[in-house]
């Protein structure tokens, strides 16, 4: 067998393993990440003071055997005269043989500072269903042996509970936001004989911190930069460090580079088609060995505000 047959092999049974025990607190990735902070952080819900719909897709590591495959889905809002928000997330990933589904409803307190300051609160809830096809893999076997059982069939769905906690404050030039998305450490074993959720007390020290910021620089009317980044960390891991600028071409074009911690480069291009229709794509380019075998990954992200009041919605929005 060819050596890159071998290493392909082997990092699809990294994945199966990563599969059999999975940690639920374990959370998707994205580049696009500033375009879809509700789903991270609940204080996010409403910030935008007008209903914003986003549907973001992402294919990772392109023709590498059971990659990562990424749907999300988030709607938020404010209610209240904009004193509070609420938003929802649904997602849907599949990794190897794995497949899990995410459900969370969010909701923000919003205390206005000023004209051009708000600070918000925000806890989020919900639950993550997970369940492994195992009778989706294809087992060589010449009958000289019985058949494999971990194989024979899939695993029965498992729905965990979870909840999260965050806080945003943003202002027309800069925001920053921190949160925790899972709070609980829900533990699920997959096995061919069962499966089971053992759902365990909080426990700081596996909680996994988000810090988001932007600022955005006015260079002149038709030409303004986005500078975003993202830390996130857990303990005794190191920090993923997300650093990005984004040009601002007359409001209309985005055009941008980032940088992920030993992992990748990537590039987007967006287009801000209406006042009201938001489109970006993004391109990442790994760092690290899997490039070998994979053509990058690719990210487009859809965002749609709904204007539900007589006054106008301020667009683009930047955060």
């Given at each position: 067998?060819?050596?890159?047959?071998?290493?392909?092999?082997?990092?699809?049974?990294?994945?199966?393993?990563?599969?059999?025990?999975?940690?639920?607190?374990?959370?998707?990735?994205?580049?696009?990440?500033?375009?879809?902070?509700?789903?991270?952080?609940?204080?996010?819900?409403g910030s935008k003071e007008a209903m914003s719909?986003?549907?973001?897709?992402?294919?990772?590591?392109?023709?590498?055997?059971?990659?990562?495959?990424?749907?999300?889905?988030?709607?938020?809002?404010?209610?209240?005269?904009?004193?509070?928000?609420?938003?929802?997330?649904?997602?849907?990933e599949k990794i190897g043989v794995l497949n899990r589904s995410?459900?969370?409803?969010?909701?923000?307190?919003?205390?206005?500072?000023?004209?051009?300051?708000?600070?918000?609160?925000g806890l989020m809830g919900g639950f993550e269903n997970q369940l492994n096809k195992y009778g989706t893999v294809k087992v060589s076997n010449d009958g000289s042996a019985p058949a494999d059982p971990q194989f024979a069939q899939n695993t029965s769905n498992v729905v965990a509970p979870n909840f999260g906690a965050g806080l945003?404050?943003?202002?027309?030039?800069?925001?920053?936001g921190l949160s925790i998305p899972r709070l609980v450490d829900n533990e699920v074993k997959f096995s061919y004989g069962?499966?089971?959720?053992?759902?365990?007390?909080?426990?700081?020290?596996?909680?996994?911190y988000y810090l988001t910021g932007g600022y955005l620089f006015t260079i002149n009317e038709e030409l303004k930069v986005r500078a975003n980044t993202m830390i996130k960390t857990v303990k005794n891991a190191p920090a993923q460090i997300d650093l990005g600028g984004t040009l601002l071409?007359?409001?209309?074009?985005?055009?941008?580079?980032?940088?992920?911690?030993?992992?990748?480069?990537?590039?987007?291009?967006?287009?801000?088609?209406?006042?009201?229709?938001?489109?970006?794509?993004?391109?990442?380019?790994?760092?690290?060995?899997?490039?070998?075998?994979?053509?990058?990954?690719?990210?487009?992200v859809l965002n749609y505000l709904f204007s539900f009041t007589s006054k106008n919605i301020i667009t683009p929005r930047y955060f």
């Open positions: 067998m060819k050596t890159t047959g071998i290493i392909k092999i082997s990092l699809f049974s990294a994945l199966l393993s990563f599969s059999l025990h999975l940690n639920a607190q374990y959370d998707a990735m994205f580049t696009q990440y500033m375009f879809n902070e509700v789903f991270i952080n609940p204080a996010y819900a719909a986003t549907l973001l897709h992402r294919q990772q590591w392109v023709n590498f055997p059971g990659r990562p495959i990424t749907t999300s889905f988030s709607l938020h809002g404010p209610v209240q005269g904009n004193k509070m928000g609420l938003g929802l997330s649904v997602l849907n995410l459900v969370y409803g969010s909701y923000a307190y919003r205390i206005k500072i000023n004209d051009k300051s708000t600070f918000s609160m945003y404050y943003t202002s027309k030039k800069y925001y920053v069962g499966s089971t959720v053992k759902v365990t007390s909080i426990t700081p020290d596996k909680f996994t071409i007359r409001d209309l074009i985005w055009a941008g580079l980032s940088y992920r911690s030993k992992s990748s480069l990537s590039a987007l291009l967006g287009v801000q088609a209406t006042k009201q229709f938001f489109i970006c794509y993004s391109y990442d380019y790994g760092v690290n060995k899997i490039q070998q075998y994979s053509q990058g990954s690719h990210e487009i």
